[in-house]
C-alpha cells in the first residue's frame, strides 16, 4: 500500500471515528449486545448549531471543528453516522475519500434534507484493513492492526439552513445492513438544520 494510500486510509478511520491504538495481540474487547427493535433505548434529540438529528444512545455522540469544517459523529448500534457542513462537504468530495475503499457507487438519487434539495447516494465498500506502528507504555515498538469488514455507505448530500455544503453519512457492515434498515430510515428521517 503506497503512504498516501495509507494516510489516506487512516484519514478515513479517524473521520468514522475508528481508533488504531491495539496491538494485534491485545484481546478484542468484549461486544456490547446489540439492542433489538424491540428492546432499543429511546432516540435522543442531538444539537449543533447547523444540523440536528437523533441517535438511541447520548453518549456516543460528538461535535466540533476542524478547521472551517464543522463535524458532528456517533453510533447507532452497528452503524457510524457523520455530519459535515463547510467546503467540500458534497457528494464528490465524499466519493473521493472512499478511493481507497474500491467502492461500487450507485446512482446518485434527488431526495430532500432540512426542507431544501439534496441528492443521496449509496457505495458498497471493499474490506480494507491497515497496519502501522506504535510505542507500547513499557517503550518497546509493537504493532497495530485495524481490518473493516465490507460496509455500505450511504450518503445525503445538501445545504445547511445557511447555504453551506452539508454532507451526511451512514456507515455500516454490509452483512448487517438489512437488520439495521429501520435505524437508517429513522436516522435520515431525524436530520433538520436549525434555522
Known amino acids: 500500500m503506497t503512504r498516501i494510500a495509507l494516510r489516506a486510509l487512516v484519514v478515513a478511520l479517524a473521520w468514522r471515528g475508528v481508533g488504531c491504538n491495539k496491538r494485534v495481540t491485545d484481546p478484542p474487547a468484549p461486544a456490547a449486545p ?21 441517535l438511541p444512545d447520548p453518549t456516543r455522540f460528538e461535535a466540533g471543528a476542524a478547521g472551517e469544517i464543522q463535524f458532528a459523529k456517533g453510533r447507532v448500534g452497528a452503524a457510524f453516522v457523520n455530519a459535515w457542513a463547510g467546503a467540500g462537504q458534497d457528494l464528490d468530495g465524499w466519493q473521493a475519500r472512499l478511493v481507497n475503499r474500491g467502492p461500487v457507487l450507485g446512482p446518485a438519487s434527488d431526495v430532500s434534507l432540512c426542507g431544501r434539495p439534496a441528492r443521496r447516494q449509496e457505495a ?72
Do not use: N
Not at 35 to 50: C, D, E, F, I, N
Open 34 to 54: 446489540e439492542a433489538t427493535p424491540m428492546t432499543q433505548p429511546a432516540w435522543h434529540r442531538q444539537t449543533t448549531s447547523w444540523l440536528t438529528f437523533e
Open 124 to 195: 458498497a465498500l471493499t474490506a480494507a484493513s491497515a497496519t502501522g506502528i506504535r510505542r507500547t507504555p513499557s517503550g518497546e515498538l509493537g504493532h497495530i492492526e485495524h481490518r473493516m469488514a465490507p460496509q455500505i455507505a450511504v450518503a445525503v448530500a445538501g445545504t445547511t439552513a445557511e447555504g453551506d455544503p452539508l454532507l451526511v453519512t451512514w456507515t455500516i457492515d454490509a452483512d448487517q445492513r438489512q437488520a439495521a434498515r429501520p435505524d437508517e430510515e429513522r436516522f435520515f428521517a431525524s436530520l433538520a438544520c436549525p434555522t
